[in-house]
């Protein structure tokens, strides 16, 4: 969490919201707490139904929370209606006129806020050069371009100058080409224009790509809230770690701390370590998370881990290997292809594998 209140643009204290339709109480988040930095480009990720969109239109000021404050820049607008806020919506359909031209659907906010004409004017312009779409202005909706769209509803949730920008599944109507180009160019117009961006998604890649910092989010509730190098490198749950990327899943036994770590234990196995937080009980059962890339292979050499090899998947860049421990659990360990000497490795190998102890978490479930 940030303690400097004046760079926090988001404050999420204590919130909560149920919804009741009269057949029974809903709870779509429970007790959320949360600091969003100025400039930050912060993802709210989670699977369908965990409640980013339901914690977004609160923001937004569509929703108002059971329980708990939302303050904008250190101020409750509880009272504020959404278009009266500092805050803007990019909503996952666009929302644009189609029977307008591109000018006029950038220009059209700016009208409803009694703008100046001469201010509308130049703001479009500038707004037009920022998603590059000047060539374009007196197109229609409907002679573009889904990613074009894109562009045009960026450029029209900018153009008042909000302080914060939300952004509901954005890219999710772009094919996979497009949606890799505009994940640049989103965190392009993040950089230049300075705005806060919170950005939900359910795409752990896009996530990691493009954010400050990401919440991962579950039933309601946030989970983590890190770097993307963290969440992905130190998932401190079991769902995170799995919901991320792909990932080994162990069970160990705690051993003894010492300077380098804490001593663990794979069955009757002992060699692996995990940068220890603080003491563990000896004997203390832990679920450890890490990477199939974070696995080193080191041949088929006497060490003290190893691992009988079941299988063998060329991916091109680089190889998967499956393999089970002495105690039956299965590993799985990515190697890349232009790190490999000597002959292949076959099924019923038996192969020494190490993980630098930084690369080791300790799930807290
Ligand atoms: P998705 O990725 O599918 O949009 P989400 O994480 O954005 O999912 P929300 O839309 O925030 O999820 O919904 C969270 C939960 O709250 C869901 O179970 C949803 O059915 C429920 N919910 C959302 N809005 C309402 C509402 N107006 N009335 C009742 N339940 C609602």
């Known amino acids: 969490m940030r303690n400097n209140t004046d760079s926090i643009a988001v404050s999420v204290r204590e919130v909560s919201k149920i919804f009741d339709d009269g057949s029974g109480a809903f709870v779509a988040l429970d007790n959320v707490s949360l600091d969003i930095g100025s400039n930050e480009f912060f993802t709210l990720l989670g699977p369908s139904g965990c409640g980013k969109t339901t914690l977004l239109r609160l923001i937004a000021g569509f929703e108002q929370p059971s329980q708990g404050q939302i303050l904008l820049h250190g101020e409750n607008l509880e009272q504020l209606p959404p278009f009266k806020r500092p805050v803007n919506t990019v909503f996952q359909n666009y929302a644009l006129f189609p029977h307008m031209t591109i000018a006029q659907n950038i220009a059209f906010g700016l009208e409803m806020l009694g703008r100046p004409r001469q201010e509308i004017n130049s703001t479009v312009d500038e707004m037009l050069d920022l998603v ?3 060539s374009l202005a007196d197109r229609r909706i409907t002679q573009i371009s889904g990613g074009q769209q894109q562009r045009v509803a960026l450029a029209r949730a900018l153009a008042p100058k909000p302080k914060v920008l939300l952004l509901d599944e ?10 890799k180009d505009m994940q640049i160019e989103l965190k392009r117009l993040q950089l230049e224009t300075g705005i806060t961006f919170i950005f939900v998604t359910h795409d752990q890649e ?4 493009m954010s400050d910092r990401i919440a991962v989010m579950q039933g309601g509730h946030i989970l983590q809230v890190g770097p993307p190098r963290d969440i992905y490198e130190h998932p401190q749950h079991r769902f995170v770690a799995g919901f991320i990327g792909e990932i080994n899943l162990l069970q160990a036994t705690a051993g003894k701390t010492n300077p ?5 234990q794979l069955g ?3 060699g692996l370590k995990t940068e220890a937080k603080s003491q563990v009980t000896p ?14 292979l080191a041949g088929p050499d006497k060490e003290q881990l190893s691992g009988k ?5 060329y991916h091109g860049t680089d190889t998967l290997y499956h393999f089970t421990l002495p105690d039956g659990q299965s590993l799985r360990a990515r190697r ?4 490999k000497t000597g002959p292949e490795w076959k099924s019923g190998d038996i192969i020494s594998w190490s993980a630098k102890p930084d690369s080791v978490a300790v799930l807290e479930d």
């Not at 380098?260 to 663990?264: A, F, I, K, R, S």
């Not at 090899?309 to 998947?313: D, E, P, Q």
């Not at 890349?336 to 790190?339: G, L, S, V």
Request: glycine fraction near 4%.
């Open 309 to 313: 090899l079941i299988n063998v998947v």
């Open 132 to 134: 590059q779409m000047k």
């Open 336 to 339: 890349q292809n232009t790190d």
């Open 170 to 179: 954005p890219l999710s109507a772009l094919d996979l080409q497009l949606r």
């Open 268 to 270: 009757e196995m002992s």
């Open 206 to 209: 896009e996530a990691l790509t």
């Open 283 to 296: 004997g203390t059962k832990l679920a450890l998370a890490i990477r199939p890339e974070r696995i080193l």
């Open 260 to 264: 380098e770590g804490l001593d663990l």
